[in-house]
């Protein structure tokens, strides 16, 4: 008689739990150090006080986190991705708010340069002013002039002021208007001189340089535009492609030559994931869903693979203390299942093909009569009593009696249909 079964297998709640948990815990626990030490990095560089609210908000959950480890690993999870997604970036922000003090730096440096512009401007007009009273005999000869020249000053510091507000109306963007403020300031440098040396007029001088102002404009806005998109691309792939090495380094740690196929695709494929990153093939965003996937899987495919393992060993020890003596190792099949073949000295034969996806296939053949029944009810009682694991979803799926020439089939709920050979 042969027997033919296929099952779903499972550990019993309490020990699959206990697997899945400690699987999750140590794959969630690199997590939690390589950002406790980015933390650290922030706070030794003395960044931490440039971003103090999301910096404690980070070191809050951080704790959070370690304190759920033991007891709660798939809470520590959650937390940890919720750190990994706020703590990108973060020593960037902090030095973007540090070098804004530098950029107030540079502001009072150029105010220190118009001081002095103006100063030296004071000087020469003094000079000038001196050199009239020198020339006081001859002050009929030269009232025009002088009154022309003390015209031009006016009109200058007049527009002076108005360049002033000028650039800063038509520079509004912040980094547009650092892009462009030494240009702008030259060129209402040249247009002071001209009004200054005189035998222009102000209002065409004026008109020119706003017009001149207006292109730089442009310029430095496009400039500012496209500044802004290098940053914010160039960030964006930055932390993706952090992430997606952080996800390779815990997922290698976990794949060796005797590893599943699966468990090693999930390796190869977010390793595809990361060139394409790098060749520009892949956004930032797919980039950072396939690396959380990854983890998720290679997590999966170690508790599947945990259980199979024990349920291999249960299986062995059941049907050797049956007498049966195995034919060989354990092999892989085709598709990915562990073949398990015994035999009793008097020829009895049977086989178990383990699957990582939760079935299990078995035969007893070489029996007289129904005596397979028999051995067939004993595995099934010694995995449940002796090693906790319990078949489910039964399915005869063929019998053979030597002495009954029939065929029975038997599908999945319980309809039987009998033939004759």
Known sequence: MSLSYEVDYDLIRRRRQEANESRVREA???????????????????LDEFVREEFDRIEHLLQEAWDLLDDEPFEARNASREVGNLIRGLGRRARDARNGDRMRQREEYHAQRAAERA?????????????????EADRERRAEEIEAARAARVARAAFVARMSETIKSALRDPVAYDLARDRAEALADRCAD???????????????????LGKLAETAKA????????????????????KVEESLEAIRRNVTAESSEKLKGVLD?????????????????EAAE???????????????????????????????????????????TEDGGVLVLARRPSGEECQFVVRADG???????????????????????MLREAYGVVLSNERVIWENP?????????????ETTKGGL
Request: aromatic letters at 6%; a negative charge; proline letters at 1%.
């Open 28 to 46: 969630t626990r690199p997590f939690l150090e390589r950002y406790q030490d980015t933390l650290d990095q922030i706070r030794n560089e003395g």
């Open 119 to 135: 100063a030296r401007q004071e000087e020469i007009e003094r000079l000038r002013e001196e050199r009239a009273q020198e020339m």
């Open 194 to 212: 001209r009004i200054n040396a005189g035998g222009v007029d102000v209002a065409v001088v004026e008109g020119e340089f706003v017009a001149e």
């Open 223 to 242: 400039e500012a535009d496209r500044w802004r998109e290098g940053e914010r691309a160039g960030h964006a792939t930055e932390d993706a492609a952090s």
């Open 269 to 285: 494929g977010l390793l595809r994931i990361k060139e394409g990153l790098e060749k520009g093939e892949v956004k930032a965003e």
């Open 290 to 332: 396939a690396s959380d996937k990854a983890v998720d899987d290679c997590v999966e495919e170690l508790v599947n693979e945990d259980v199979r393992r024990e349920t291999l060993v249960a299986l062995i020890g059941t049907v050797q203390s049956l007498g049966f003596v195995l034919l060989g190792e354990p092999e892989f």
């Open 359 to 381: 079935g299990m296939r078995y035969a007893f053949e070489n029996y007289a009569g129904t005596a397979c029944r028999k051995d067939c009810a004993q595995v099934e009682a």
């Open 402 to 414: 030597d002495e009954v020439g029939k065929d029975t089939f038997r599908d999945g709920i319980g």
